[in-house]
């Protein structure tokens, strides 16, 4: 994925603010984490071109790891469990579904190490074949790139309309 992992963190921060009764944070805080968790996993990609040079598959870091964001994703839920009406853990959580779901996304064409770190095996729903230079030419002519457009234009679309409503702040946390 290229351009749809902000977009989708926005989706999903909107989905949640639909289905989530009450909140211990702002619906913008909310739709804030939910972005920042649905790109931090390329953060690596400033490790993959000033200090790796390149050399490895920046989906093979630590931060593309499925098993990260589900670990991080299990000890906020526990910590929302033990610490009821606290932001940080919730926020913890929609971040680390923010990731999940990046992870997610690059699944479809994009060579993800879900077994990482005991089988160092890549896994793609599929492949898209090196035709073009430059590499991401072979990205943005591939068919998935329209599912990219399809989730920023409902972004953009789910933008322009009213934000959810919610109910006073800092009331009984609902489960997700």
Partial sequence: MFIAHLPAGYLLARQLLKKIRTLPVS????????????VAPDLDMLYFYLIDNGQTHHHKYLSHWPILWIGLLCVSWLAMGLMKRKPLPFLALIFSVGGLLHILLDSVVGDIWWLAPIVDQPYALFTVPARFQPWWLNFVLHWSFFIELLITVRAARASSSTTPSQKPRNS???TP
């Fill in 27 to 38: 619906p913008r805080a909310v739709t804030l984490t939910a972005m920042a968790g649905a």
């Fill in 172 to 174: 009984s946390l609902a």
